[in-house]
């Protein structure tokens, strides 16, 4: 028994060392090109949000043709995210940090988010079905929730390109 006891504690020591090393993994690769990809989801993110206030439409400009012309060379399948990926991105295990605007958010440090509130691709439905919605969804970063806002407010809202799948189109 007297020799297998040390055999036995190195068999825990690596197993735990490789447990740490797995939980270690990055789940966000930063691909060196302005983009991040999201191990978990298979997203790829622009490294950054707009840097300044939007309203809806334009936001979804953005998305579409994301400012860094690199990005747009490069792919040219950016569109907003929805509401679900955009809760992707916020982890309460996160110690908020403040953003360019003030608001603290709460996601990995590999972005470059420049504030909370984000703009998704998604509408509440519109009061009557001939209207048209001017409401739009907006997921807030440093809470982790989404709210309905009209889509002429622009103070502290922001767009963040993504590409890949929307449940397989």
Request: proline share 4%; net charge negative.
């Amino acid at each position: 028994m007297r020799g297998k006891f040390p055999i036995l504690i190195t068999v825990v020591v690596l197993i735990l060392t490789c447990d740490i090393a797995r939980a270690e993994e990055k789940r966000f690769a930063d691909n060196g090109d302005g983009t991040i990809t999201d191990s978990q989801t298979g997203l790829m993110w622009a490294v950054s949000s707009s840097p300044g206030d939007l309203d809806w439409e334009d936001a979804a400009t953005y998305c579409k043709n994301p400012a860094m012309d690199s990005l747009y060379l490069k792919y040219d399948d950016w569109r907003m995210p929805t509401v679900a990926e955009l809760q992707t991105l916020y982890s309460k295990e996160i110690d908020a940090y403040k953003a360019d605007c003030g608001l603290k958010i709460r996601t990995d440090s590999v972005f470059d988010i420049s504030c909370a509130w984000i703009w998704s691709a998604e509408l509440p439905a519109a009061p009557h079905a001939k209207t048209r919605s001017v409401m739009a969804y907006v997921f807030d970063l440093g809470r982790g929730y989404k709210y309905a806002d009209r889509m002429v407010h622009k103070k502290n809202m922001r767009a963040l390109p993504v590409r890949g799948s929307m449940e397989d189109e």
